[in-house]
């Protein structure tokens, strides 16, 4: 396999990926800044680079791992 197939499919995963990633962190920022903001006093809105951190924060946070013994 030539090596530029090999870079070309790894640079398309890596896009895909934080662009899902980004398309993602679009609920947290909608339901940040339409739920949140309005019912507490005192919290900013955020942008989505910043709800895209939460959603990092959060998926580091909150991840489930399971290991399985045999």
Not at 31 to 57: K, R
Request: proline content about 4%; glycine content about 8%; aromatic content about 10%.
């Amino acid at each position: 396999m030539p090596i530029q197939k090999i870079l070309g499919v790894t640079i398309g995963a890596i896009l895909l990926v934080v662009t899902l990633s980004f398309l993602l962190s679009w609920p947290v920022m909608v339901l940040w800044n339409e739920c949140l903001v309005p019912a507490v006093q005192g919290i900013n809105e955020v942008t989505w680079l910043q709800a895209w951190g939460l959603s990092v924060l959060a998926g580091f946070l909150f991840n489930k791992t399971t290991t399985v013994k045999e």
